[in-house]
């Protein structure tokens, strides 16, 4: 167990929609990441937040959006969703940033299907 | 644009082998390189990453990396393989040190035999 949670573990909804993906860090890690794992994209970086605020911006589309509130909890929102957009989405915290030299853990993802 | 290749799909070794799984980057600037592990149906582990300083690095599980700024590369290693480390291998290079145009390599599926 990483110490990193997401929920939920599966959402399945229809083109359109909105969804919100909840991580939350391990006690102690001011920075969170998002990352999008899908069959036609691979693997992407979507965006990173340290302590409430953005620091580095990936491939995230303008249909999303994340943030990262007091409590260092994130949400990942999915707007007009589209069935490209079925993904594994998952988070990870960290201490500090990339630039820092400790571990990233990892949650365990939510699986994202799209009708 | 940062790049990333892992020039091969797959990679068999034998158990008690060294394995090596290949990476090789295109950056302007200076590279911050990273491998990350994904086992069979389980998320992703982050193993190690290359800021500045020593060429080898040393990361989780016994896993360590060798940046080579000439030839571009930042190859994975372990001494002895295990079948444990089945799993499939992700190679990311960042532009800086806060993940700017951060890019990852389309994975490399290791598979270690007994």
């Known amino acids: 167990d990483s110490g990193v949670t997401q929920t939920p573990k599966h959402l399945i909804t229809a083109t359109g929609q909105r969804v919100t993906l909840r991580c939350s860090p391990r006690?102690?890690?001011?920075?969170v990441y998002w990352y999008q794992q899908s069959l036609d994209q691979g693997l992407q970086f979507l965006i990173q937040?340290?302590?409430?605020?953005?620091?580095a911006k990936g491939n995230i589309l303008e249909r999303f959006s994340a943030q990262q509130f007091p409590d260092l909890h994130s949400e990942l929102n999915l707007s007009s969703l589209e069935l490209g957009d079925s993904a594994l989405y998952f988070c990870a915290s960290s201490v500090q940033g990339y630039e820092g030299r400790e571990t990233q853990y990892f949650g365990p993802g939510t699986r994202l299907l799209v009708l | 644009a940062q790049s990333v290749a892992q020039p091969e799909d797959q990679v068999n070794v034998a158990e008690g082998n060294p394995l090596t799984v290949k990476c090789t980057y295109s950056?302007?600037?200076?590279?911050?390189l990273f491998w990350y592990v994904q086992y069979p149906n389980r998320g992703l582990q982050f193993l190690l990453k290359y800021i500045t300083g020593d060429n080898l690095v040393k990361g989780s599980y016994g896993f360590e990396a060798e940046f080579n700024k000439s030839q571009t590369s930042f190859h994975l290693k372990k001494p002895s393989a295990l079948v444990s480390d089945s799993a499939l291998y992700f190679c990311?290079?960042?532009?800086?040190?806060?993940?700017?145009?951060?890019?990852f390599g389309p994975g490399t599926r290791l598979s270690v035999l007994p």
């Open positions: 937040y340290y302590n409430g605020e953005e620091r």
């Open positions: 990311a290079v960042s532009g800086n040190n806060y993940g700017q145009n951060f890019v």
């Open positions: 950056v302007s600037g200076n590279p911050y």
């Open positions: 006690s102690g890690d001011l920075s």
